[in-house]
């Protein structure tokens, strides 16, 4: 049973920078697309960024765009999220997760088999 891990939540102020980081056990997050979602009180869960199995191919949600980068170590058995400029709008709890099988980036959450148990981030204004 893969378990995921999340890590590197925090309280920043607006235009700052937080790293989250998302850790593997029980199984490989290689040859599979891993996502970032985030879930703000009273809001659906969204996708905010994905990367491809392969490492180059990666996918952000536009509110995100240019601000976040997503990265992975396949060897790690690791994903991050780089998180700069961030904005009160970015306050939410992240998730991330591992695809149901896809290679390529999926923005669906029904695309995603495993899910780590979130790490809160919030940023004041």
């Known amino acids: 049973q893969v378990q995921l891990v999340e890590s590197g939540g925090g309280l920043v102020q607006a235009g700052g920078s937080l790293r989250l980081s998302c850790a593997a056990s029980?199984?490989?997050?290689?040859?599979?697309?891993m996502g970032w979602f985030r879930q703000a009180p009273g809001k659906e869960r969204e996708f905010v960024a994905g990367?491809?199995?392969?490492?180059?191919?990666?996918k952000y949600a536009d509110s995100v765009k240019g601000r976040f980068t997503v990265s992975r170590d396949n060897a790690k058995n690791t994903v991050s999220l780089q998180m700069d400029s961030l904005k009160p709008e970015d306050t939410a709890v992240y998730y991330c997760?591992?695809?149901?099988?896809?290679?390529?980036?999926?923005?669906?959450?029904?695309?995603?088999?495993?899910w780590g148990q979130g790490t809160q981030v919030t940023v004041s204004s």
């Open positions: 997760a591992r695809s149901s099988g896809a290679s390529g980036v999926v923005t669906g959450p029904g695309g995603y088999a495993y």
């Open positions: 029980g199984g490989t997050l290689g040859s599979y697309a």
């Open positions: 990367i491809g199995w392969i490492g180059g191919t990666t």
